[in-house]
């Protein structure tokens, strides 16, 4: 039994090598940008009608800007990568249920490449409501020699963040393994409707954690401007 999609070769020539990651990210992405084009292409379609597609997706990007403006006030700002992240994790283990898919996010170089982005996606707003100086300042408080224990911190949050969504999509997709090995008659459905309960929980779980680390650094230029 394969642990991860990586293990799963499906082309290999010379030092090129395709695996089950990187189609399945492949598909996941294609998938997100055709939805999305064929939905907006015509929004708000003929005079101001909105189709059921249209409503859906005004209802989902709804339900992420009010879960996001519960953590930072300008929420609008981190919309786009906020939501990108949530529908792409989201899709990404809703597929799981499909025979023969691989969830990417059950390969520790896809959940890793996840939290590099949310880990470059932090400083880059920081530093864009902050400036540079003003952002890299709370480094060095209160003293100099915080700044190794600051990098380690957020180093070490962002490694979290990538291992705590491979391990539990990795451990979920070995235990619905071994439990329709044991019971194929009776476990597949519960087990499906199971995986895809985590699979959305670990989405949204992925996807707050990506904007408390945003609004963190928001609310410490605030704290800086009510301490002067």
């Not at 902050?130 to 020699?145: N, V």
Request: glycine share 8%; with cysteine.
């Amino acid at each position: 039994m394969h642990v991860t999609p990586d293990q799963i070769v499906l082309f290999r020539w010379r030092f090129v090598t395709v695996n089950a990651t990187m189609v399945c990210t492949w598909i996941v992405m294609a998938l997100l940008t055709s939805a999305s084009w064929l939905i907006t292409r015509r929004f708000p379609g003929p005079e101001g009608k909105r189709s059921r597609w249209q409503s859906a997706l005004e209802v989902i990007v709804e339900l992420i800007r009010g879960q996001i403006r519960q953590v930072c006030s300008s929420g609008d700002r981190y919309l786009p990568f906020i939501g990108t992240l949530f529908l792409f994790i989201a899709v990404s283990n809703v597929l799981d249920m499909v025979p023969g898919w691989r969830a990417p996010t059950g390969s520790l170089s896809t959940t890793s490449a996840l939290a590099i982005a949310v880990g470059v996606a932090v400083p880059v707003f920081g530093i864009q409501r902050q400036g540079w100086i003003g952002y890299f300042r709370h480094y060095l408080r209160p003293s100099w020699i915080m700044l190794p224990f600051h990098l380690i911190s957020e180093t070490s949050r962002n490694l979290a963040l990538a291992v705590r969504l491979f391990g539990n999509m990795m451990s979920g997709s070995m235990i619905v393994a071994v439990l329709l090995a044991i019971a194929p008659l009776f476990v597949p459905v519960l087990m499906q409707a199971l995986g895809l309960l985590i699979g959305l929980i670990q989405a949204y779980i992925f996807a707050i954690l990506a904007t408390v680390y945003i609004a963190a650094a928001v609310q410490r230029e605030q704290e800086q401007k009510g301490s002067e």
